[in-house]
């Protein structure tokens, strides 16, 4: 799946060019990798627009950019075996090369495969490095986070409940907001699209918000800076709500409640804490293993070609949990 035009504002079908290549031949110190498990994530329209963000744009004609889990089918790199599987950033397509570089074997008998690109992976690590680290998240604290039914929100709202804190999460409709309740442990739920989402917080975070985590942007970030405890902290993980939108990002016009409660604003990139994955993972591990955190996913069956309708979802709520193609 290739990049065939930038896309202005929502991607369209056309922006995207499918083709059947033969498969790539390993050279000397590679591996060849048949994709089992596409991630999708929001961050990869950032990744279509040409200016300048913590990558570089993907290419114009260049496949899609994109996490996978891949099983080795050939190999002649000394560290990675024909049957390994392998998480990297290997691209939407069938089959790639890799010289290794980036790429981590895993154990589907420790963990089902998809959870390599969910809560012990990406996602997972997004939402403990933003809410421990960023967040400096501190027990008995009120945590609200938006998006939080996705696949960092979850992670986010249970590993809050791990620490002790009181939860709200923000997420759009009734399913969404009983899964959060009545599955994940968090102490309530806003549905932003039936709910005044301000007047709501005043009434679940009624001493106000110590962290709050935001993956949505727009009117929920302006709605949750009203409602700051003081020196609370507000995690910019993200900022879907802004996304397609073909003019400027819309900025939080309550910012100067940071002044009055003191609080502070920061963005982070979970790349920058990749040396920690490995240990966050296996203290993520551990809460799935003692049953205190839910895996939450959302697996559509498919192959590359459903890449662009499946991508779509995650702006349209489609999808509960981390959302991944797997290639059937
Ligand atoms: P999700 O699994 O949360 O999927 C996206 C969800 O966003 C949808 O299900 C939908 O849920 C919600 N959404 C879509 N459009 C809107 C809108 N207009 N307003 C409000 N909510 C909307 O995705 P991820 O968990 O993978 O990512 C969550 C956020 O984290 C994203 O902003 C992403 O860019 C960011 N991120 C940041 C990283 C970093 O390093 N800073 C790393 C990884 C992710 P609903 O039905 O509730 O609307």
Request: charged share 25%; with cysteine.
């Amino acid at each position: 799946m290739r990049l065939a035009r930038r896309p202005v504002g929502e991607v369209r079908p056309e922006d995207w060019e499918y083709g059947e290549e033969p498969v790539g031949v390993p050279g000397d110190g590679e591996f060849l990798g048949r994709t089992r498990y596409l991630s999708l994530d929001p961050a990869m329209r950032g990744w279509l627009d040409d200016r300048p963000s913590y990558l570089p744009p993907v290419g114009l004609g260049d496949v899609m950019r994109a996490g996978s889990v891949v099983e080795v089918v050939a190999s002649n790199h000394p560290k990675f075996q024909v049957g390994d599987h392998v998480v990297g950033t290997f691209g939407v397509q069938d089959y790639a090369v890799s010289n290794g570089k980036g790429a981590l074997k895993v154990d589907p008998a420790l963990a089902p495969l998809s959870t390599y690109v969910g809560a012990l992976g990406m996602p997972g690590m997004t939402a403990y490095f933003g809410l421990l680290e960023v967040g400096a998240l501190k027990e008995g604290e009120t945590v609200v986070v938006s998006g939080a039914a996705g696949a960092v929100g979850t992670m986010v709202g249970q590993i809050a409940k791990v620490k002790g804190c009181r939860v709200v999460g923000i997420a759009g409709g009734p399913r969404k907001c009983a899964l959060l309740t009545e599955e994940l442990g968090f102490d309530a739920a806003i549905d932003y699209r039936s709910e005044d989402v301000r007047k709501a917080l005043r009434t679940h975070a009624p001493d106000g918000i110590d962290v709050y985590f935001d993956n949505v942007g727009g009117p929920i970030l302006d709605a949750a800076l009203t409602r700051l405890a003081m020196h609370a902290r507000v995690v910019v993980c993200g900022a879907i709500s802004q996304y397609n939108n073909e003019d400027a990002v819309q900025g939080p016009s309550n910012y100067l409640s940071l002044l009055v409660r003191r609080a502070r604003m920061e963005g982070f990139v979970v790349f920058d804490y990749a040396r920690r994955y490995a240990q966050a993972a296996a203290e993520i591990a551990g809460w799935i293993g003692e049953g205190r955190i839910k895996v939450k996913e959302h697996v559509v069956e498919g192959t590359v070609a459903d890449f662009p309708e499946t991508f779509g979802m995650l702006f349209r709520g489609e999808n509960t949990g981390k959302l991944v193609l797997r290639l059937v």
